[in-house]
């Protein structure tokens, strides 16, 4: 590997802290980065910067803010495409994950919490919310659903 700057080939590594600015929030890690010792120019690894944010993706995820910058981000973390995610939510393809993005509708946050659940599910290693999802894009079978409640295991559970 040289140095973008000086094409030096000698670095040394280091760890720093690096700030990012994703919807309006500011995300902060201490980072392992090579500095060259020529020109002292720092250089990210590409992998390094996929997992910061990834993690930003999920803070995302978590609690927001809920908004067209936000849901860009999460999309493109997941590697979906405009057409891709508009058949998972089942919205016309021909631009309205771009008026979504781009500000021109406003999201509602139902549908953005469908994407950042998409987002906490893979980060769990789950497929569930996807696979649900897939699944009400066709219509249900129609064969006869039988619910045993001998088993009492189909109960819904009291929330507090
Ligand atoms: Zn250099």
Redesign the pocket.
Known sequence: MR??????TSFKDLTGAQRMVVAGRTFEANLPKLQ?R????QIIHTDVVKAFEWEIAQVLARNGPVSAASFRFLRRQLGLTHEALADLLGVAADGTISRWENGHVEIARATWFALASLVLDQAEGHTAVRDRLRALRRPPPKAIVRLDRSRGTSRRPKLR
């Open positions: 140095c973008p700057s000086c094409r030096s060259c020529a020109c002292r120019t």
